[in-house]
């Protein structure tokens, strides 16, 4: 059966075009795209993230190295973003370490968890003299991220941020954020373990900031989209 277009320009070289409402609402809708299969391959930006960009400054930077700035993201982690995007859930993905002795799955933040850490960060550089440098603040910042984002460690679970969030003042009565022993702790983790753990929430950033960028741009979705 001849398309629309295809009548329209018929009837044209005649220079008689005739049609009804039904001609116009038997039309139908071309799919538009494929579906989505396989591994996309997207440039990756600078961090989106201010809390992720501040964190990486200093010269721990070095040590861990710089993660690509092309990024590949399967099917599987685009469909459990989109999942955790429609649910309303966190995103979650699961990274292996040390040939495979360390599997460590890292969640995404809340828009309360960011400014949570921000809020304190910004209130222990005010206080005290030992987070005046970049690599100090750089430093302190990295084990609040890590105590947000790590889910679990070779299953052992990692609680979101304990409450209350926000250090709070009411007149003498001071009540500090109910995380800090989360972030202490990682404090006193090994380097080396840290280190490797931090470089692999840097790609989980970047994997999750590039499908944001990205939301709004339907080829990134289907494999026209890869470069």
Avoid at 155 to 171: F, I, N, S
Avoid at 176 to 183: K, M, V
Wanted: proline content about 5%; aromatic content about 8%; hydrophobic content about 40%.
């Amino acid at each position: 059966m001849a398309s629309l277009q295809e009548r329209v320009q018929e009837q044209l070289k005649t220079g008689n075009v005739s049609l009804s409402s039904q001609d116009i609402l038997a039309e139908p809708e071309k799919p538009t795209g494929q579906p989505t299969v396989g591994t996309v391959k997207a440039e990756a930006k600078e961090y989106r993230d201010p809390v992720m960009e501040a964190a990486n400054k200093g010269d721990f930077q070095p040590i861990i190295g710089v993660p690509p700035l092309k990024v590949e993201i399967t099917q599987p982690e685009r469909d459990l973003f989109l999942d955790a995007v429609v649910t309303g859930k966190r995103f979650r993905l699961s990274y292996t370490l040390f040939d495979g002795r360390y599997t460590v799955v890292f969640r995404s933040r809340s828009q309360a968890e960011t400014q949570a850490l921000t809020a304190q960060l910004m209130h222990e550089m005010r206080t005290s003299p030992n987070l005046s440098a970049e690599f100090q603040y750089g430093a302190r910042l990295r084990c609040m991220l890590l105590a947000a984002q790590v889910d679990s460690i070779n299953g052992t679970a990692y609680t979101e941020l304990a409450t209350p969030l926000l250090r709070t003042v009411d007149g003498d009565k001071i009540t500090e954020p109910g995380w800090l022993a989360q972030a202490n702790g990682w404090q006193q983790a090994a380097e080396g373990l840290t280190v490797a753990i931090y470089a692999a929430l840097q790609e989980f950033e970047r994997k999750y900031w590039t499908m944001v960028e990205n939301a709004r741009d339907q080829n990134f979705w289907k494999p026209v989209g890869s470069i």
